[in-house]
């Protein structure tokens, strides 16, 4: 099950990133960028989000990013909530380099918060093996899902 939960978390990487920094778009993306790249900073929290939906949706989309870092990665727990963070960060940054999407400090908040709801929801399992295996199938279960819909509209 742990080979399955690895690929679980690759899948959960590609689906992350192309969400994020694709929209689930990469065509349309791209060819906006290109053409019309806009680039925006927003360094002030919360100021200029785009409301409480997209907060909630930047936390519960980097859960997984948490629960995983747990599970795999050997690093204290700081050292995991510091690659977490950076990954947020460096998604940021790459949406301002390539004019896509807004670059928000909003958003680096919600993710690094949304992974360390991942880590303590590992640390929480970490006790028991087989709640893990069910924990990473559930993940599995609802990117396998959540990609379907995608994929119909």
Known sequence: MYKFSKIIFAYYL???????????DITHTINT???FPSRSLNV????ASGGRLEILFNILIFIPFGFFMGRFSERSFLGKWGIIFLISLFVEILQFIFGIGATDITDVITNTSGGLMGLLLYHAFQKNERRQDVTSFFFGGFLL?????????
């Open 14 to 24: 590609l689906f992350l990133f192309w969400g994020i920094l694709f929209k689930f």
């Open 33 to 35: 960028a290109h053409f």
């Open 44 to 47: 002030s929290p919360f100021d």
């Open 145 to 153: 899902f959540f990609t379907f819909i995608l994929l119909l509209h």
